[in-house]
């Protein structure tokens, strides 16, 4: 008996529990006390440039200056997320030591500046960086390397937004599109909940959101059903829209970056050029609302992620502009995350979406939170998490709705060009045999350049 018992499957179980536990939660604190140091420094920088507006006009300077650190030591840090991505798929140079420290300084001098960007991208590098040098010390083999930077992923994740289910999720989602990564289940489970746990006890806080109650609005089968299928039906209306604001954000982000570096032969002015840009177009609105990230307000009145939960908290185009101002900023060469400015874009056209469809706000800001987000990241699964983790379970059928209806109207696009399409959203288009999306993206290019070329706005057609 005690030798079946012993040399059975879950003794196995049990080792390979403790050995993850062990390996994992060292990492996850120095992740998580990194990300807690970052959140810390963001927010000064933040509510420096608030008291200090004069440094907006400095932007063009701090991303040269931006430019000149990575070209001088950043190496293949460049890459970014993507990079993480491609190690884990195909494990290469590695990811540098230096990644952490160098997002991490380039981020605050966006923000100082009034870049707008996000976070998330900063957490998830720190965690990438940090997982790689800890696999090194422990040599380990390049399987079990790869488990660590996903757990890495999850770390930053989790820690950053506190969300550690979430973080777990979404490590395991985003690298490859239709499959998740179940190997690595508990390493990222144990560092998204240590990660998270490490930034509250340094005393770091996140921003707290709610949605509001409602009533159910009558109608003429509610004595037959009690569920309100029409409102259903206005949000999955709504989550397609949310998925076309998140195609939008990927075309445009890789657009602009496309445009410049064709059209702009010296690198450095490319940054110079995408600051003159946002200080024209905050000179051109009278306010900066669209600077930074978006949540706390810099003026009693601004537009922010949490006055989008409210009547009247954001306006028609708030969404279309956090979207020119994002993309602009990190299509040329300024650093920060994607996702905390989609949260915003999602609010806001949530927000105005609700007006138009005479629809309860908080919750239609909720799920423009979360769909647009999934929508741009392709992780359907952990943004429904996610809404239930800041929201709330009440809500969560709508809040899946919400993000597989975003994921599926996003199409075969994203901010992560590396990640891996393992299973096609639709078996029956052009991208269904595309391996990454980035090469996705160039079918999709190339098909629309011959379209134009047909039809005479493309140049001379090829013989």
Sequence with gaps: MNDKLFTSEHFSILKHLIRWTVIIIPIAIVIGSMVALFLWLLNWAIHFRFAHTFLLYLLPVAGVLIYFIYKLIGGSAEKGNNLIIDEIHMPGGGVPKR???????????THLFGGSAGREG???QIGGSIAQMFSGWFKLNNDDTRIVLIAGIAAGFGAVFGTPLT???????????????YNALLPCLIASIVGDVTVAAWGVHHTAYHIDIFATAPHWFSSYLSFDFVLLFKIMIASAAFGLASYLFA???HGIKGFFVKRVPIPWLIPVLGGLIIISLTALLGKPDYLSLGVDPEYAGAVTIPSAFHAGGAHTWSWLWKT?????????????GEVTPLFYIGATLGNTLSVLMDAPVSLFAALGFIAVFAGATNTPLACTIMGVELFGGQYVLFFAVACFTAYFFSGHSGIYSAQRIGVPKLSD???????????????????VQKKLQKYGFGGKKEE
């Design 324 to 336: 020119i101002y994002t993309t602009t900023t990190l299509a040329t060469g300024f650093k920060g």
């Design 251 to 253: 075309w445009m982000v």
């Design 167 to 181: 973080g777990a999720i979404f490590a395991m989602e985003v690298l490859t599109i239709g499959r998740i990564q």
């Design 122 to 124: 900063t957490a998830v």
């Design 429 to 447: 288009t052009r991208f269904s045999d595309a391996t990454t999306l980035s090469e996705a993206g160039n079918r999709r290019h190339n098909y």
């Design 99 to 109: 990644m952490a420290p160098i997002v991490l300084i380039t981020t605050i001098i």
